[in-house]
Nanobody, 115 residues
Framework: QVQVVESGGGLVQPGGSLRLSCVVS??????????MGWYRQTPGNKRDVVAQ???????QYADSVKGRFTISRDNARSTVYLQMNSLKPEDTAVYYC???????WGQGTQVTVSS
């Protein structure tokens, strides 16, 4: 009964910003012990990692988003965020949140970057 719920997607113009949120509930262990990640997927392509954060706070970003995206977490709220700045059309995708190194997945939230 783990629930992973993303929100915050939408339509934004190139150069704009969005912040995605992911709230996780029902985990068998405290949220704080799980590595968290954001992935994205476009039709016909595989799901690719965008950003990851370990339980200790270490981060890793895809080269394509370095310097523009920031992953963060609020363990008290069992929430992970993805701040996306300087958005580009190629960032358009469904963004998925995952917990525990691909153990649990959300349904995704659509991000569309277009003029």
């Amino acid at each position: 009964q783990v629930q992973v719920v993303e929100s915050g997607g939408g339509l934004v113009q190139p150069g704009g910003s969005l912040r995605l949120s992911c709230v996780v509930s029902g985990l068998p262990l405290p949220f704080s012990v799980y590595a968290m990640g954001w992935y994205r997927q476009t039709p016909g392509n595989k799901r690719d990692v965008v950003a990851q954060m370990t339980s200790g706070g270490s981060t890793q970003y895809a080269d394509s988003v370095k310097g523009r995206f920031t992953i963060s977490r609020d363990n008290a709220r069992s929430t992970v965020y993805l701040q996306m700045n300087s958005l580009k059309p190629e960032d358009t995708a469904v963004y998925y949140c995952n917990a525990g190194l691909n153990m649990y997945w959300g349904q995704g939230t659509q991000v569309t970057v277009s003029s």
